[in-house]
């Protein structure tokens, strides 16, 4: 069965750095889009980045644009998510998700979720 293990969450300090990982296992990774969301208490889940199957394409919400970063290997079937310059509005449990075509914001679109992991921002 498909599953996707978020990783490297945890607490840290307004303006600090956290990189989360994404390891894929029981698809075929290299042929996914891959997309990052976030969901916040009471909030919806909200686009946060998404990467086509060849890396080649990135798409970034503005509300995080220039400060983090999607990236894949396909070899190691992860995706990534470098943030840097971290706000306390980032605080949510980020979520990566797989699709089987393109690299869509909507995250109804996607096919396979994981479980979360929680990033909390201190002011």
């Known amino acids: 069965q498909v599953q996707l293990v978020e990783s490297g969450g945890g607490l840290v300090q307004a303006g600090g750095s956290l990189r989360l990982s994404c390891a894929a296992s029981?698809?075929?990774?290299?042929?996914?889009?891959m997309g990052w969301f976030r969901q916040a208490p009471g909030k919806e889940r909200e686009f946060v980045a998404a990467?086509?199957?060849?890396?080649?394409?990135?798409y970034y919400a503005d509300s995080v644009k220039g400060r983090f970063t999607i990236s894949r290997d396909n070899a190691k079937n992860t995706v990534y998510l470098q943030m840097n310059s971290l706000k306390p509005e980032d605080t949510a449990v980020y979520y990566c998700?797989?699709?089987?075509?393109?690299?869509?914001?909507?995250?109804?679109?996607?096919?396979?979720w994981g479980q979360g992991t929680q990033v909390t921002v201190s002011s």
């Open positions: 029981g698809l075929t990774f290299s042929s996914y889009g």
């Open positions: 998700a797989a699709i089987t075509s393109g690299a869509p914001r909507d995250p109804y679109e996607y096919d396979y």
């Open positions: 990467i086509s199957w060849s890396g080649g394409n990135t």
